[in-house]
């Protein structure tokens, strides 16, 4: 059984908007583990982009700040990453990711280390 597994991607133009969601084991959502949306780039190294910490704090990237919004529903196992006013630059593979971490969710990106599959989002000038 998958622990991570993110759906929604697809190919958008330039200012549309995008849902990603990812369905999570369910000790993901427990106190202990934050949850993050990361994305990457062929060539490029792995970008941290929204953290949600296990009580719904929230950091995000500053090239994604006012645009996206990270959520979660433990009763649903799931997390959601809103993307809004996409740009050809958030073209990329995005993972949803867990740390076994309650408190540094968005102090550093390293602590991740279970990732999904990943989903592609392209946008289109």
């Known amino acids: 059984q998958e622990q991570l597994a993110e759906s929604g991607g697809g190919s958008v133009q330039a200012g549309g908007s995008l849902r990603l969601s990812c369905v999570v084991a369910?000790?993901?959502?427990?106190?202990?583990?934050?949850l993050a949306w990361f994305r990457q780039v062929p060539g490029k190294e792995r970008e941290g982009v929204a953290t949600?910490?296990?009580?719904?704090?929230?950091t995000y990237a500053d090239s994604v700040k006012g645009r996206f919004n990270i959520t979660k529903e433990n009763g649903k196992n799931s997390l959601y990453l809103q993307m809004n006013s996409l740009q050809p630059e958030d073209t990329a593979m995005y993972y949803c990711?867990?740390?076994?971490?309650?408190?540094?969710?968005?102090?550093?990106?390293?602590?991740?280390?279970?990732w999904g599959q990943g989903t592609q989002v392209t946008v289109s000038s």
């Open positions: 369910s000790r993901y959502t427990h106190s202990t583990y934050c």
């Open positions: 949600i910490a296990p009580y719904g704090s929230t």
């Open positions: 990711a867990t740390a076994r971490e309650s408190v540094k969710c968005g102090q550093t990106w390293s602590i991740y280390n279970t």
